[in-house]
């Protein structure tokens, strides 16, 4: 495998859908936040385990399955490395949604016992708790920061069982204070439930650090494979909960009376894994390792600030954010009843006229868009490590386009990209073609 | 001397002619019988039109059917098409070289290639260039007029975003100009109703991408499908196979509370709904008219949306980015028009003129309405030129054959078969309700079936018969209960065959 480059122009290198092209036009792929694009290393991972060493992990005698057992769990060892948590914290499930899912199960939680959430959540961060407990909402700005002290009052106010937040919001990018929010739990007594999904990638997350009780995220989202992710837990706590699924693999001895569990993680890892997947997802997190948190941050900052520059000046399209708080390169953006397109067309018009991917839509945070006012949905913007300041800028200029074609100005607007380049406040000769 | 037939003077305006002052020197004679009406201008206001002396008005008159004198219906008809064709041909040529001219000088995707788009330096339209997909897709704002107002259309309701669904390549943004009419005129003749519309409502019912609202149209909510107060969107599902007792009864219960006029729809969504409400004892409430578009009708389909709608259904065929533009329509009489108000179309086969009956790749050049026109752009569907003159309201216009999408051909050997050879043999197997047919390779084809509710179907009639159509060496029928669905939601009936756009257009795609 080769060893990526720093975080300049190089690393794209190392994503071969980036030598796609549409139309003639290279793709400018700004939807990481929904999924990553995969580097030919996790291609090349899960390849040479169908191809190669296929064989059922855990359970055979044979080379290839002692082959397979042995990737499969170097990859868990690659996971816990880069997050700084044991191996044996580790679990192996289909992705963030099924690890929460886990996690609301196995606490064995009734209707009677609460869950706090912050506002801003995922759908897959709301609905397992509404379905096995009780939810009560610590309502704050959804587009901004949880205030810690905000947080403090509410844990005090509702004593709930589990405290559940996004580190990172998947609409707005913004970054959760979650040391001092798992902390701030851990002083009620409740357990914190941390979605690391948009920051997992980004160089965030540091297990031990962050003193989460369990913490889950999807592979795909940190340039893995779908179908695989990770549910983190403090291994007591592990031990304590109970399997959302049962059957081989998670169990030790099964007789006709019953059946004893296999060791934590093991006995929530029922069933054949994606084992491909997971192979995939460790040479992800060697791919990261690699590159380091330091520079994996330090370049969603830069491209974050790029992202308010190349929106600033628009009257017609307004992110949702906050300003000054600390954020990943995501951004949302709501057109205004003055330009007469919705998110969703404006997307389509982006895909079709220059070849740039980005979200519309409710972004599975409908609570949050409702909180705001936004029920027709937003356009979204999130990058990722391969993402350059260039494709951030001739996103700008697609949006500057879409917003004084179909724009109200008061009068008759027809706009060439001649007489758009001339009217790029920021000179850039980059031709929005 | 003739007992009760006194002689009818030759130069009398027809009692149901009917004279209207347009302005000083012009006047308009609306038949009454037939709608058809012409403009006369340089009018004398002292002319009797009892006793018209001006002999080459008299002629004109006489061959537009409008004197009074003994003929039939069907002579008038005749007469009055004859009289039609006759000005299109005439006008024709001039309609197309004024339109170029506007658009060399109004529209900037025209105005940057003005000396590509001469029609005299080209040497006609055959020399003007072709325009795909791409040239859309990349030159979006360019196809837009200087001035036009797109905000305040968009707003007014009176322009539209478009996007077009499906595959990479397939897929278009566009502005439609709402103004221009889907329906043609004098559509009560054209399509033999016998009573006025009872409203101005439409419903619609589509896949869920195929409308620039798309979210709205899979909302449970009535009121974010319903635009402009009369035109309801029907909840769309993403699989319609899939729809439930308590889907179709709810597009029943909307149907019948809002009894729309005319029911527009995908005819696959439309003949599926209406035939799973059969199978669940729900009536099915009857519309005055339907028109199929977004995709193919097979020929079972409209045969099954008469009996279970109540109402006659007539293709219609446009394109999301022809800028509002219809290219052709069904009569009453069952055959294809080309509506030439909007449009001209050209009919290709290795990038030339085809024979009259000869597959070919439809161009079309949009002459109404000035957003998004244009020229010479390949559709990416087939037809034919038809000879078949007909006598309907719209005989002036041109009769084609459609026969459906480029990409769903099959071909095996040098045969190439359109979606619409592929139904003629279909249809004429009993008991067989929705057919998808599928290429596998160069000799053998699949065909899944779903059977008319309480029929069975001759396997070896439909094998037989698709094996001679197509020379497919193996044909497998199987028989389901769903057909699969393509990016856009919709149902194409044939697909799997090679690229045979060369073939068609004579240039590498």
Not at chain 1, 178 to 191: F, M, Q
Not at chain 2, 192 to 219: I, K, M
Not at chain 2, 475 to 500: F, N
Request: hydrophobic share 40%.
């Amino acid at each position: 495998m080769s060893r990526p480059c720093s975080l300049d122009s190089r690393i794209r290198s190392h994503f071969p859908m980036l030598r796609r092209q549409i139309d003639g036009r290279n793709v400018v792929y700004l939807d990481s936040a929904a999924t990553g694009l995969k580097p030919a290393c996790v291609m090349e991972a899960e390849h040479r385990y169908n191809a190669l060493y296929t064989a059922n992990i855990h359970r055979g005698r044979h080379v290839l399955s002692e082959e397979a057992s042995d990737a499969f769990e170097n990859a868990r060892g690659a996971i816990a490395a880069l997050i700084d948590a044991s191996p044996d914290e580790v679990v192996f499930l289909s992705g963030a949604t099924e690890a929460i899912n886990q996690v609301a199960f196995g606490l064995r939680l009734d209707k009677l016992s609460k869950v706090l959430l912050g506002d801003a959540e995922h759908h897959s961060n709301i609905v397992p708790w509404m379905h096995y407990a009780t939810v009560a909402w610590c309502q704050g700005n959804p587009a901004g920061r949880l205030d810690v002290d905000h947080v403090v009052r509410c844990l005090a106010e509702e004593r709930p069982r589990v405290f559940a937040f996004s580190m990172v919001s998947n609409v707005t990018g913004v970054v959760q204070p979650a040391k001092e929010l798992c902390r701030a739990a851990r002083e009620v007594g409740a357990l914190s439930v941390v979605d690391v999904s948009q920051a997992i990638g980004h160089g965030l997350v540091k297990w031990r650090e962050l003193d989460a009780d369990f913490m889950a995220f999807s592979g795909h989202k940190m340039y893995g494979p779908t179908g695989i992710g990770v549910l983190v837990g403090k291994r007591e706590l592990l031990e304590r909960l109970m399997p959302l699924r049962l059957g081989g693999g998670a169990v030790e001895v099964v007789g006709r009376e019953g059946f004893t569990l296999k060791e934590v993680p093991y006995r929530f890892e029922a069933g054949t894994p994606h084992i491909a997947g997971a192979i995939g997802l460790g040479a992800a997190a060697r791919f990261l390792s690699q590159i380091g948190h330091d520079a994996l941050l330090d370049h969603q900052g830069a491209l974050y600030r790029g992202l308010v520059e190349a929106v600033r000046e628009e009257e017609h399209i307004t992110p949702i954010c906050v300003d000054g708080q600390p954020s990943l390169a995501i951004m949302s953006l709501v057109p205004s009843e003055t330009l007469r397109l919705s998110a969703h067309q404006i997307a389509e018009l982006l895909s079709t006229r220059f070849a740039i991917m980005v979200r519309s839509g409710h972004h599975c945070a409908q609570p949050m868009l409702q909180v705001r006012g936004i029920p027709h949905g937003s356009l979204r913007a999130s990058a990722g490590l391969y993402t350059t300041q260039a494709e951030i800028a001739k996103f700008g200029d697609a949006i500057r386009y879409t917003s004084r074609l179909f724009g109200d100005h008061g009068g008759t607007q027809c706009v060439t990209a001649q007489s758009l380049r001339s009217r790029n406040p920021r000179g850039t000769t980059e031709m929005v073609h | 001397m003739r007992f009760g037939l006194e002689p009818v003077p030759w130069n009398r305006l027809h009692a149901a002619v009917s004279v209207e002052l347009i302005d000083s020197d012009t006047v308009t004679l609306s038949d009454n019988r037939t709608g058809f009406a012409i403009e006369l201008s340089g009018f004398d206001r002292g002319l009797d039109f009892q006793d018209i002396k001006d002999v080459r008005l008299t002629e004109t008159l006489a061959t537009a059917g409008m004197l009074d004198g003994p003929s039939s219906f069907g002579e008038l008809l005749r007469k009055q098409a004859a009289f039609k064709r006759g000005l299109a041909n005439d006008d024709g040529a001039e309609r197309l070289a004024e339109r170029l001219s506007y658009l060399r000088s109004a529209v900037p995707f025209y105005e940057q290639r003005s000396e590509e788009y001469d029609l005299s330096r080209a040497g006609g339209l055959e020399g003007l260039p072709l325009l795909r997909k791409l040239e859309l897709r990349r030159s979006f704002e360019q196809f837009l007029p200087a001035g036009l107002p797109l905000a305040e259309g968009l707003e007014a309701g009176w322009l539209e975003f478009a996007s077009t669904s499906g595959t990479t390549d397939e897929r278009i943004a566009a502005i439609s100009d709402m103004r221009l009419s889907r329906v043609p005129s004098a559509y009560r003749a054209f399509w033999n109703l016998e009573d006025d519309l009872p409203n101005g409502r439409t419903g619609v019912l589509t896949t869920p991408v195929c409308s620039s609202t798309a979210c709205s149209v899979t909302s449970r909510n009535r009121g974010d499908r319903l635009t402009h107060g009369s035109v309801l969107f029907f909840r769309s599902l993403p699989d319609p196979f899939r729809a439930t007792r308590d889907d179709v009864r709810e597009f029943i219960d909307e149907l019948g509370e809002f009894a729309p006029a005319v029911l527009l729809g995908n005819p696959v969504y439309l003949h599926w709904y209406a035939r799973r409400a059969e199978e669940f004892g729900l009536d099915v409430p009857s519309v005055p008219l339907i028109l199929s578009s977004y995709q193919f009708m097979a020929t079972v389909q409209a045969r099954r949306i008469t009996d279970l709608y109540g109402g006659p259904v007539y293709n219609t065929y446009t394109a999301t980015e022809l800028g509002g533009c219809q290219i052709a329509v069904q009569c009453a009489a069952g055959h294809w028009h080309v509506r030439a108000d909007h449009c001209l179309i050209e009919f290709l086969r290795g990038g030339h003129a085809a024979e009259a009956g000869e597959l070919a790749a439809i161009v079309v050049t949009t002459l109404a309405g000035e957003v998004f026109p244009l020229v010479r752009y390949a559709v990416g569907d087939l037809g034919s030129r038809s000879l078949v003159l007909i006598d309907c309201m719209h005989s002036e216009w041109p009769t084609i054959e459609f026969h459906g999408r480029m990409k769903d051909v099959l071909k095996f050997g040098n045969k190439i078969i359109s979606t619409v050879d592929l139904d003629h043999v279909v249809s004429k197997v009993a008991g067989i309700e929705f057919y998808q047919c599928f290429q596998i390779d160069d000799t053998h084809m699949v065909i899944d079936v779903i059977p008319a509710l309480g029929f069975s179907f001759s396997r070896r009639a439909l094998a037989s018969g698709v094996r001679e159509a197509s020379g497919a060496e193996q044909v497998e029928v199987r028989e389901v209960q769903a057909l699969s669905l393509e990016a856009s939601m919709k149902i194409c009936h044939t697909k799997g065959g090679p690229d045979v756009t060369a073939v068609f257009l004579g240039q590498p795609h």
